[in-house]
C-alpha cells in the first residue's frame, strides 16, 4: 500500500476492501510491536525510557499509505509506529 498504487480517492469514491485491509494489518502490526515493548519495558528487558505510539496508528499508517519507498520520512521519541508503518520490517 503505497503511493505507487496510483489510484486516487475523493469522498465520493469509496477506498477499495484490499486498500483498507492492508492499512489495518499495518496498524495492528505497529499495536502488536508497542505492546510487547511496553511489556518487555516493564519487566525491565528494554532499557531506558520507551515512549508509546499506542493510540495514534491510524496516523501514520495514513500518511505513510501515500508515501513511495524513495520517500524519507523523520521522527521524534515516538518513532516505533513510524518505521512500521514506513513499512520497516513487513512483508513485501
Known sequence: MNAKDER???KNTP??????LAA????????VFED?????Y?????????????????TAVGIC???TDEDQIASTHRG????????FGMPP
Open 42 to 58: 516493564k519487566t525491565g528487558s528494554v532499557p531506558g525510557f520507551a515512549h508509546l505510539y499506542a493510540g495514534q496508528e491510524a
Open 8 to 10: 486516487k480517492y475523493d
Open 80 to 87: 516505533h509506529g513510524h518505521c512500521i508503518a514506513k513499512g
Open 24 to 31: 489495518y494489518r499495518r496498524m495492528k502490526t505497529i499495536r
Open 65 to 67: 499509505s501515500h508515501l
Open 15 to 20: 477506498i477499495p476492501h484490499d486498500v483498507l
Open 36 to 40: 510487547r515493548l511496553h511489556e518487555d
